[in-house]
């Protein structure tokens, strides 16, 4: 069965301390493994797409990194308006969805 | 100039009651889709429509009936509404199947 799982559940960082957010997933036929970011009351905002191993991209100060059972998403130096959740997704083979992870929590503290 | 905007954002009713959820997307995309968001934040999958075609009916109760009158639009009608249909409802659209997901602001239903 797809899956894919997210960790650490929640994340607490002072402003300036670099940490990495894991995504593990088991998806037959990897087409894509997405990035988004969550803030209350919002809906998940685009931010990465992933689609081979060993590909990196980069936004200010996020990379997301792809292998071929996870991806990280690395946050360099995070300020306080980086707080969010931050959902990795995976579409299934075949089919017109996409499983989500549970998401992991970032408090960036000042 | 919202690209994936639904309305209402709030959506207090009582047991029983019938309401609906509107979606229109503006990125010319052919995918569209309806996921619930529960209390722990968890996205799950409820419909997909490619071109006004029903693709995915996750094994959701048939009170709720999604209804895409365009390629645009994707509307979520949900019958005798029920404490457990309390969530957030996110209205998403894609260019295909399987690129990334635009979503809306989202609907916080709160059933009483």
């Known amino acids: 069965e797809d899956q894919v799982t997210q960790s650490p559940e929640a994340l607490r960082l002072q402003e300036g301390e670099s940490s990495s957010l894991n995504c593990s997933y088991t998806v037959s036929g990897l087409r894509g493994l997405f990035w988004y970011r969550q803030d209350p009351g919002k809906g998940p905002e685009f931010l990465f797409t992933?689609?081979?191993a060993g590909e990196e991209k980069e936004k200010e100060r996020l990379k997301a990194t792809l292998t071929k059972k996870e991806s990280f998403l690395h946050i360099t130096a995070p300020k306080p308006e980086d707080s969010a959740t931050y959902l990795c997704a995976a579409p299934t083979s075949g089919t017109y969805k996409y499983i989500f992870g549970t998401g992991t929590r970032l408090k960036v503290l000042a | 100039d919202t690209a994936v905007s639904q309305t209402p954002k709030y959506l207090v009713t009582q047991m029983g009651n019938d309401k609906s959820i509107k979606c229109e997307q503006n990125?010319?995309?052919?995918?569209m889709y309806w996921y619930k968001q529960d209390s722990k934040k968890f996205l799950k999958i409820m419909f997909s429509y490619n071109n006004k075609e029903l693709i995915i009916n996750e094994t959701v109760p048939n009170r709720f009936s999604p209804k895409s009158p365009d390629k645009a639009h994707l509307n979520l009608h949900i019958n005798s509404l029920e404490l457990g249909d309390s969530a957030v409802y996110f209205c998403?659209?894609?260019?295909?199947?399987?690129?990334?997901?635009?979503f809306g602001q989202g609907t916080r239903l709160t059933v009483v």
């Open positions: 992933l689609y081979s």
């Open positions: 998403a659209s894609s260019q295909v199947g399987d690129s990334e997901a635009f």
């Open positions: 990125l010319g995309h052919d995918t």
